[in-house]
């Protein structure tokens, strides 16, 4: 098991003047980091900030510059489709060796020993060399698709991926993935251990880097405001918990406070009687748990249903003249999770349960999976694959070369969706599980929204603009594993990346697992839809609040 639970806080780095971190170093009580952009070498003081460059006549030759290390005093590098050394000792002298050209771009670079690991994403693979001659020793595939940056640590190597949005944990030895976790940042660019002086504790950062959108005040137009973007980059720690027995990962969690609440406003003349309105209430998963649930603007009494909490507002009556306002505030522990489980873990499973036979294989929402179009798919997703996971795998591929995201004012069946190649979280979600529920993959919807993704927003009050909808997929034996519905289509025909399939992120708040979220009942029967809905009754408030951010074992940071 691996971990790392620390009790001390360590702080965000953010070197003065940097605008695009890539590779970093740790170095006695120093940091040294490239920014790619600007071709500085900077050495940063973790506990100030204070910045410094120390090639002040010679950034030129570091745009670009990807990937460092530093070994036996000399400082390594990857820059374009090489990698360079050279000697730290005269900054004014700044003559860089070339020790390996790769014809292809260069992006990372760890050293160990009398070993040099470089990755290039061009390539697909972690390059190993032998030290004193340049030669290659050997060479493993890449754990992922985008730009990768890695460092070493003992047997072990330790690789971040800009697009994956995860770090990922090598035997060094063999190149076999240990574990992964996701980042809580976008953009994951450079990481190294750091070893605090005093205490001697270990942590690992991870450097970010990325273009944020901001509302720029511009005296020159009228009105006067605009969207603009800035580089936003920084160094972060990343905590996380590897559970051998469960494979799953979990990193950096956040103690977050969510509310939703109904605000009753009929659109239309109505009159229901005995009304029970039934908002489902936070799951607890391995990834979420809740601490503490109250009641907003009115009480409720609460009920469970297959394990899922369902809280209960009951209303005599409810006409267009009513005014109320009623729902339900949470403060949950969200962490984000990366299970590891592999084709052969899935290659000799039990039989899918008898009792998720109808319940999880069967068109209980108008699937379409009666449909030629569909059936017809669900055939060409496979191919003549035996795996089950490489099933549920092929047919997440399969949609993401169909579809593309579009946002929509209401869900169509999966066969319109298909037809027509656009869909929304709904409709990408639709279309997955009919095709896995007749290739006998049991599925389920979950969801329900997502807290906005920027955990440096503390304490203030955080809407989000969807509400969201993904998957859960049950493997015998193994247990409920989730999948995104659509953020990972973000590259048009592929290679996608595989960061939520089966992982979350923090920001996602789990509720409704084999329940709606929202059902209304009237004198004991459900209201008809299609005379008046929910949407029509009421008016849904939904906000977050992030107030610390944790670490695994529950602790607080400051």
């Not at 050997?138 to 190597?157: C, M, Y």
């Not at 979280?425 to 529920?437: D, I, K, N, Q, T």
Request: proline share 7%; hydrophobic share 35%; aromatic share 12%.
């Amino acid at each position: 098991m691996f971990s790392m639970n620390s009790d001390k806080s360590f702080k965000t780095i953010r070197p003065i003047a940097a605008t695009s971190i890539h590779g970093i170093v740790f170095l006695d009580d120093s940091l040294l980091a490239i920014d790619s952009k600007s071709g500085y070498l900077l050495k940063v003081d973790p506990q100030t900030n204070s910045t410094s460059i120390l090639n002040p006549q010679h950034w030129q030759e570091l745009i670009g510059a990807t990937g460092i290390a530093y070994a036996d005093g000399l400082l390594w590098f990857t820059s374009e489709d090489s990698v360079y050394f050279c000697s730290l000792e005269d900054p004014n002298n700044f003559k860089p060796s070339l020790f390996v050209r790769l014809y292809q771009p260069a992006n990372g670079i760890a050293i160990w020993e009398s070993t040099v690991y470089v990755a290039s994403q061009k390539t697909g693979y972690i390059h190993v060399y032998e030290k004193k001659t340049a030669k290659e020793i050997t060479r493993f595939h890449s754990p992922g698709i985008g730009l990768e940056n890695i460092t070493v640590k003992g047997e072990e190597l330790w690789i971040s991926d800009l697009t994956e949005q995860t770090v990922y944990c090598l035997e060094r030895a063999t190149g076999q993935i240990i574990f992964s976790v996701l980042t809580p940042f976008q953009c994951p660019t450079g990481l190294d251990f750091y070893t605090d002086p005093e205490t001697g504790e270990e942590v690992l950062y991870v450097a970010y880097s990325f273009s944020e959108p901001y509302v720029r005040d511009n005296p020159n137009i009228d009105p006067n405001y605009e969207l603009s973007y800035r580089n936003c980059t920084f160094i972060h720690p990343l905590y996380f918990y590897y559970d051998v027995q469960k494979k799953y990962a979990l990193s950096n969690g956040f103690l977050v406070e969510m509310s939703y609440v109904e605000e009753l406003e009929p659109l239309d003349p109505v009159e229901l009687e005995q009304v029970e309105w039934r908002i489902a209430l936070p799951a607890e998963t391995d990834r979420q748990k809740v601490r503490q649930i109250e009641a907003i603007g009115l009480p409720f009494t609460e009920e469970v249903k297959d394990g899922q909490r369902i809280a209960v507002f009951k209303f005599d009556k409810l006409t267009e003249k009513d005014r109320l306002i009623f729902g339900w505030r949470a403060v949950l522990e969200v962490w984000s999770i990366k299970y590891r489980l592999t084709p052969s873990d899935c290659e000799k499973i039990p039989p899918v349960p008898e009792e998720y036979l109808e319940r999880y294989l069967m068109d209980d929402d108008n699937l379409s999976m009666d449909t030629e179009i569909i059936k017809r798919a669900a055939v060409e997703a496979i191919g003549k694959e035996t795996n089950f996971l490489r099933k549920v795998h092929s047919i997440r591929n399969y949609v993401y070369d169909r579809l593309s995201y579009e946002i929509k004012p209401h869900i169509d069946t999966p066969e319109i969706a298909l037809r027509r190649g656009l869909g929304s979280c709904g409709e990408y979600l639709g279309v997955l599980l009919a095709l896995s529920r007749l290739n006998g993959i049991p599925c389920r919807t979950v969801g329900r929204y997502k807290c906005p993704a920027d955990p440096f927003l503390r304490g203030l009050p955080l809407e989000p603009q969807y509400n969201h909808v993904w998957m859960e997929f049950y493997v015998p034996g193994k247990g409920w594993l989730p999948m995104e519905s659509n953020p990972d289509d973000i590259i048009d025909g592929g290679p996608y990346p595989t960061r939520f399939f089966m992982g979350l992120a923090w920001f996602h708040a789990e509720m409704a697992k084999d329940v709606p979220f929202e059902r209304l009942l009237s004198n004991g029967l459900p209201v008809d839809k299609a005379q008046i809905s929910i949407g029509d009754l009421a008016l849904n408030h939904v906000q977050f609040t992030i107030l610390e951010e944790l670490k695994p074992g529950g602790s607080a940071l400051d």
